[in-house]
């Protein structure tokens, strides 16, 4: 089944621990992205990769890393949470760049920072 | 970067009513996007608009990618309690902003059986 996979679906940790969220595609796909849900805020784009080993910041990726070594996977680093990044996340990927492709979405990773 | 103001942020309408939203933007975007989010799941796709002026329909909605290639409606005729869901539009660019993708804030759906 074509899917986005991301991983931990729930995640609490503390002010400062650094961590990671996984991202993987199934579907080839050269593009993906990163966002964060708030609530009123809609999706705000964090990160982006175009393809393997080219990564651009979205409107806000203060606070956030990501890496594209390989097609299948974006993940999402974290190195020193803070309460502000408390959010639902969203990985997304889609054939290629641009205006006609159609981004398909992972089911959320849901991160609460104390 | 780029916004997408989104209307109206809720409604609350009674079974078999229509809908409609809409986005504009202060940008021209080559693609205009709706999707459907239903809690605690991913955004999915409903309807894909390329070309200033299409109108797409797929099944009860219908989706018009406006002339000035700066806004998007959306409607839903005949609603039903499945409609449920939070509706964003997106906007998606080529050239250099071919990366960015730019959300609406959505609009909250509650339909009363």
């Known amino acids: 089944e074509a899917q986005v996979t991301q991983n931990p679906r729930y995640l609490i940790t503390v002010t400062g621990k650094k961590l990671t969220v996984t991202c993987s595609q199934n579907?080839?796909?050269?593009?993906m992205s990163w966002y964060r849900q708030d609530p009123g805020l809609g999706l705000r784009q964090i990160y982006y990769?175009?393809?393997?080993?080219?990564?651009d910041k979205g409107d806000v990726p203060e606070g956030y890393k990501v890496s594209r070594k390989e097609k299948r996977n974006f993940p999402l680093i974290l190195e020193s949470p803070s309460p502000n990044q408390t959010s639902l996340y969203f990985c997304?990927?889609?054939?290629?760049?641009?205006?006609?492709?159609?981004?398909?979405f992972g089911p959320g990773t849901r991160l609460t920072v104390l | 970067g780029q916004q997408l103001n989104q209307s109206p942020q809720s409604m609350f309408i009674q079974e078999g009513e229509d809908v409609s939203m809409n986005c504009t933007s202060s940008?021209?975007?080559?693609?205009w996007l709706w999707y459907k989010q239903d809690p605690g799941e991913g955004p999915v796709l409903l309807i894909a608009l390329y070309k200033a002026g299409e109108l797409t329909s797929n099944g009860r909605l219908t989706a018009q990618f406006g002339i000035t290639r700066k806004d998007s409606f959306l409607n839903i005729s005949a609603s039903i309690p499945s409609d449920v869901g939070i509706y964003f539009c997106a906007g998606r660019s080529l050239g250099t902003n071919a990366g960015k993708s730019t959300f609406g804030d959505g609009t909250t759906l509650t339909v009363k059986p």
């Open positions: 990769s175009m393809n393997v080993e080219v990564t």
């Open positions: 997304a990927s889609s054939p290629r760049a641009g205006g006609y492709n159609e981004q398909f």
């Open positions: 579907m080839n796909h050269e593009y």
């Open positions: 940008s021209i975007f080559n693609t």
